[in-house]
């Protein structure tokens, strides 16, 4: 029987785990076993919090177009309302930078949602 030798494909799969662990601390960056078990946790972990980036970044902007609405005397729950009421379809993401970046513009939409809405 003809001897295989796979020594390439099994170094060529460690030095894989071990390019995907650069940065890792201790022995996980360096070590096949561990940094193998390290990765498991770290995809594991990556798949959930893109779920959760979405959810964060939602309450993020919730957050700053609060903020910025209670300045010119409404809330963001009859802001939102207002908005909906008046068919001015701008998302959450939008507003909240339209109230960092450019207040002027977000002022304007604030004085029509709550004009139409009183």
């Known amino acids: 029987m003809v001897r295989i030798k796979r020594g390439t494909i099994a170094n060529k799969r460690r030095k894989n785990i071990l390019k ?6 201790w022995g996980r960056k360096s070590k096949y076993k561990l940094a193998k078990d390290a990765m498991k946790h770290a995809w594991k972990w990556s798949y959930r919090d893109r779920k959760n980036k979405k959810r964060v970044f939602r309450q993020i902007w919730t957050t700053n177009i609060n903020g910025s609405c209670r300045k010119l005397g409404i809330s963001y729950s009859k802001l939102i309302n207002a908005l909906k009421i008046n068919k ?27 004009k139409k809405y009183e």
């Open 20 to 25: 995907e662990t650069k940065g890792f601390r």
């Open 88 to 114: 001015i379809e701008v998302n959450r993401k939008i507003l909240a930078q339209l109230a960092q970046e450019r207040p002027d513009i977000f002022e304007k939409i604030v004085e029509i949602a709550k």
